[in-house]
């Protein structure tokens, strides 16, 4: 049974940054895909960023390269680095696995049509 777990969110002000982590269990060991999606009120769901077994990233570009997305095997927890947080940044932070990515531009693919597994959230606000 997979189950992942999100934790790190909060409030902060505007600039400010925030590490989310999700631990998981459950994944088969030999391939699998993990990733981070977002999700304002009144809005869609959106992918923000993914990363394969591998370790090959890939980001929304939107964010201008203020995420970063990593993971530790040996922990079995994934990460969601963000700076220079802004309002718009507002939203529920989901961490989603599955058991292989799909690629863009040789880039894993953070798309809710891929992935099966998902957390219950953490909700990161950002104050102006």
């Known amino acids: 049974q997979v189950r992942l777990m999100e934790s790190g969110g909060g409030s902060v002000q505007a600039g400010g940054s925030l590490r989310l982590s999700c631990e998981y269990s459950?994944?088969?060991?030999?391939?699998?895909?993990m990733a981070w999606f977002r999700q304002a009120p009144g809005k869609e769901r959106e992918g923000v960023a993914a990363?394969?077994?591998?370790?090959?990233?890939g980001y929304d570009s939107s964010l201008k390269g203020r995420f970063i997305i990593s993971k530790d095997s040996a922990k079995n927890t994934l990460y969601l680095q963000m700076n220079g947080l802004e309002p718009d940044d507002t939203a529920m932070y989901y961490c989603?696995?599955?058991?292989?990515?799909?690629?863009?531009?040789?880039?894993?693919?953070?798309?809710?049509?891929?992935?099966?597994?998902w957390g219950q959230g953490t909700q990161v606000t950002v104050s102006s």
């Open positions: 459950g994944l088969a060991h030999t391939t699998y895909c």
């Open positions: 990363i394969a077994k591998d370790g090959r990233a």
């Open positions: 989603a696995s599955a058991q292989i990515c799909h690629y863009k531009n040789n880039a894993p693919r953070a798309s809710t049509d891929y992935f099966p597994y």
